[in-house]
C-alpha cells in the first residue's frame, strides 16, 4: 500500500478522479490505533462516496462507461508494472455522473508474463451484460441482480444460439469460453497432469484490453423510444401549469438546500434537473430504462453532473444482498434523504404495483424527509390511462382518502391545485 500511494501514475488516477482518494492514517490516529492493536500494519482512508450504488440499478451507459474505466485502469496499471485482480462493478462507485474506482488494494505488483486473472470476472460481470443488452435487448439488470457474480460463459451462450453466435464479441468473449468451460466440467475426476503457470506477456495482454476497450466502446444500446422516455413532451400539462409545478418544486427545495435529494418517478429528469441546483446530490429513480438512460447522457455531458440516475421498480426495491443480505445494502438503508421528490407517482403505485395508498404513504413517513408530493385525481387523463384493461376500478383512490392518510403521517405546509383541480401538489414534513 505504502509504495502504490507512492506511484505517480496511482496519484495522478486519485487526482483525476478515476480513483477514490486514499491516504494511510499516522499512528496516533484513533481509528489507526485500533486497526493496529488487531496486528494490521497500519490503516488507510478513502474519500466517503455520498450515495452507495450497485450495477443492477445503473442504465446501461453507466455500465459500459464502468467497464471502460476499468480497461483503462488496468492498462494503465499494466505499463507501470501494477496489477488489477478483480474486475468487477462492485469495484466502481459514482460521483454524480462520474464513475470512481473504490477498491485501492486490487492494485497488486505485476510479474512479468504474469496472466490476466479477472478475464473471466469482467466478461461475466461487464461484457456479457452489455451485450446481452446491445444484441439482444434483453435488459441486464435483473439477471446482475439475481447473480452478483455476473452471467457465466456457459450460460450467457444459451442466449447465442444460432446466427446470433456471430455476433460482434460473442464467439471470443462468450462461446469459445463456454465450450472450453463445458469440456473441463465433464472430465472425469481423475488426476490431471499438472499444468504449467499461464503466461501473458506484456504486450498479448496490452492488446487484449485495447481490443476490450473498442469492443465495449462499440456497444450501444440503441435510441429510447418508450413512452415514458417521451413523457415530458406528450406530458398532459400546459404550459402555465407546469411552470407552476416547476416553480413549487423549485422554492421549496432552494428554501431547505438538501444535502441528499431523491427523486422517485424521475422519469427523464425534468425536476431532478431543478433539485440539483439547489441540493448536493440528486439520486433520480425511474423504472423506465430508457427513460433513465436519456438522463444519465445529459447528467454526465450537462452542467449538472451531481445526478445519479438508477433504474429501479419503486414497488420492488433493491434489497439486502449477498451474505446474510448486509453485504448489499436495500436501497432505502444506504443513506437518509433529506428531501423526496414524488411527483406524479401515487397513481402508478396504487393502479399498477396494486399497493394500498397506507402502505406507500407510511413507507415515504419512514424516511423522516421533507416529500414533495404530487396527488393525481381519477379524474386526470394519465389515471385513466393506467386503468385501461383493469377490471378493478380501485374505488379507495380518491382525493379524500389520500388526504386523511397523509394527514395522520405527516403535516401539510403547503399545497397547489393545478389542472383544475385534477391534480395537487403538496408540501408534506413528518409529523
Not at 434483453?138 to 455476473?150: D, K, T
Not at 388526504?403 to 401538489?425: C, H, W
Amino acid at each position: 500500500m505504502e509504495r502504490l500511494l507512492a506511484e505517480p501514475f496511482f496519484q495522478e488516477l486519485a487526482r483525476g478522479g478515476h480513483v477514490v482518494k486514499t491516504g494511510l492514517l499516522g499512528a496516533e490516529d484513533p481509528a489507526a490505533r485500533r486497526v493496529m492493536e488487531e496486528g494490521w500494519r497500519g490503516a488507510a482512508e478513502h474519500e466517503a462516496i455520498d450515495f452507495v450504488t450497485y450495477p443492477y440499478e445503473w442504465p446501461f451507459s453507466m455500465l459500459k462507461d464502468a467497464a471502460l474505466l476499468q480497461l483503462r485502469l488496468l492498462e494503465t496499471s499494466v505499463q507501470n508494472g501494477w496489477m488489477l485482480k478483480d474486475a468487477t462493478p462492485f469495484n466502481i462507485q459514482w460521483n454524480g455522473a462520474r464513475p470512481v474506482f473504490i477498491d485501492v488494494p486490487s492494485f497488486v505488483p505485476w510479474e512479468s508474463g504474469e496472466y490476466w486473472q479477472g478475464y473471466r470476472q469482467f466478461c461475466s460481470t461487464f461484457l456479457t451484460p452489455l451485450m446481452l443488452t446491445a444484441h439482444l435487448g434483453i435488459p441486464f439488470q435483473p439477471l446482475l441482480r439475481s447473480r452478483l457474480e455476473g452471467v457465466p460463459p456457459e450460460e450467457a451462450a444459451k442466449y447465442f444460439y444460432g446466427l446470433r453466435r456471430f455476433k460482434r464479441g460473442v464467439l471470443s468473449h462468450i462461446w469459445f469460453p463456454a465450450k472450453a468451460e463445458s469440456r473441463m466440467r465433464r472430465r472425469d475426476g481423475s488426476r490431471q497432469p499438472e499444468r504449467s503457470r499461464r503466461q501473458q506477456p506484456k504486450t498479448m495482454l496490452l492488446g487484449l484490453l485495447d481490443s476490450l476497450k473498442r469492443l465495449v466502446a462499440g456497444l450501444s444500446y440503441g435510441t429510447p423510444s418508450s413512452d415514458w422516455s417521451q413523457y415530458v413532451g406528450t406530458c398532459s400539462y400546459d404550459e402555465a401549469d407546469f411552470q407552476r409545478k416547476k416553480d413549487f418544486v423549485e422554492r421549496h427545495t432552494s428554501a431547505r438546500r438538501p444535502d441528499l435529494t431523491w427523486d422517485l418517478g424521475a422519469n427523464t429528469g425534468t425536476f431532478s434537473r431543478i433539485a440539483a441546483r439547489r441540493s448536493r446530490l440528486v439520486v433520480a429513480v425511474d423504472d423506465d430504462q430508457d427513460a433513465v438512460e436519456m438522463l444519465y447522457h445529459e447528467a454526465r455531458g450537462g452542467s449538472l453532473r451531481n445526478i445519479v440516475p438508477l433504474v429501479m421498480d419503486m414497488s420492488n426495491l433493491s434489497p439486502g444482498q449477498g451474505w446474510a443480505g448486509r453485504e448489499r445494502a436495500a436501497f432505502d438503508q444506504r443513506a437518509s434523504p433529506d428531501v423526496v421528490l414524488c411527483l406524479a407517482l401515487v397513481h402508478h403505485v396504487r393502479v399498477s404495483a396494486n399497493i394500498p395508498l397506507p402502505l406507500f404513504l407510511g413507507w415515504l413517513r419512514s424516511l423522516n424527509a421533507t416529500i414533495i408530493l404530487e396527488f393525481v385525481g381519477r379524474d386526470d387523463e394519465m389515471f385513466g390511462k393506467l386503468l385501461e384493461n383493469k377490471r378493478e376500478d380501485y374505488a379507495d383512490y380518491t382525493s379524500e382518502n389520500f388526504e386523511a392518510e397523509t394527514r395522520r403521517l405527516f403535516s401539510i405546509n403547503d399545497r397547489l391545485q393545478l389542472k383544475g383541480g385534477m391534480r395537487e401538489m403538496f408540501l408534506l414534513e413528518p409529523a
